[in-house]
């Protein structure tokens, strides 16, 4: 099945600094490619997702990009700000089995 | 709010013990998932169930169980309860049984005393 893995499990940034987090996938053949946040106890919500027609999508201060021959994708954050604090999650669809997500990664923006 | 209803937010029950969790989906959703996520760690999916129907099955217990209702809701029974089974337990939804949105619901926590 499906494998995702994302790096790296902890980050910490300054804040207005940029954040990048990545994940590869196994199976060639997925073609969605969501992100979801979740703050402390909160539920993981998406804000950003990318399928594989299409290599960058930009949501004003997210964007994912995607290369589909090296199998990876990655979130950036630019000017980052404290309530970008939370937990990112990466996750994959590939074919008929539901999203496999990535273990996630623990973003901490210092002000 | 994504639309996804759980209940109840919390639970706190002892070792041993049976408990039902329950999972409104967003109106035209006919997938419902479930994950367990413990402290500090990822999403494990634990089942997922498309218009009544299981069609995906992950790390679950065999002293954990699902359904869907006609009514598209769904419920997660989790029996024998031991400490470890302490966690907050996720209820997605999205619309068709694959690629697409999932959105989740505000979660239950249990805790096993």
């Known amino acids: 099945g499906e494998n995702v893995e994302q790096h790296p499990s902890t980050l910490s940034v300054q804040e207005g600094d940029s954040a990048v987090i990545k994940c590869t996938y196994s199976?060639?053949?997925?073609?969605?490619f969501p992100w979801y946040k979740q703050e402390l106890g909160k539920r993981p919500q998406l804000i950003i997702d990318?399928?594989?027609?299409?290599g960058e999508k930009k949501d004003q201060r997210i964007a994912v990009t995607l290369n589909k021959t090296a199998k990876h994708f990655s979130l950036h954050i630019t000017e980052t700000q404290p309530e970008d604090s939370a937990v990112y999650f990466c996750?994959?669809?590939?074919?008929?089995?539901?999203?496999?997500f990535g273990k996630g990664t623990r973003l901490s923006v210092i002000a | 709010d994504s639309g996804v209803t759980q209940t109840p937010k919390h639970l706190i029950t002892a070792t041993g013990q049976r408990v039902t969790l329950r999972c409104s989906p967003r109106?035209?959703?006919?997938?419902v998932y479930w994950y367990q996520q413990s402290l500090d760690q990822g999403l494990q999916f634990l089942i997922q169930?498309?218009?009544?129907?299981?069609?995906a099955k992950g790390n679950i217990l065999e002293r954990f169980s699902a359904q869907q209702f006609p009514d598209l809701h769904s419920e997660l029974n989790l029996s024998s309860l031991e400490l470890g089974d302490s966690a907050l337990y996720f209820c997605?939804?999205?619309?068709?049984?694959?690629?697409?949105?999932?959105?989740f619901g505000a979660g239950t926590r249990l805790s096993v005393l």
């Open positions: 997605a939804s999205s619309v068709s049984g694959g690629e697409g949105i999932q959105y």
């Open positions: 199976d060639s053949a997925s073609n969605y």
């Open positions: 990318i399928r594989s027609n299409v």
């Open positions: 996750a994959v669809f590939s074919g008929n089995t539901p999203l496999v």
């Open positions: 109106s035209g959703d006919l997938s």
């Open positions: 169930y498309y218009n009544g129907e299981e069609r």
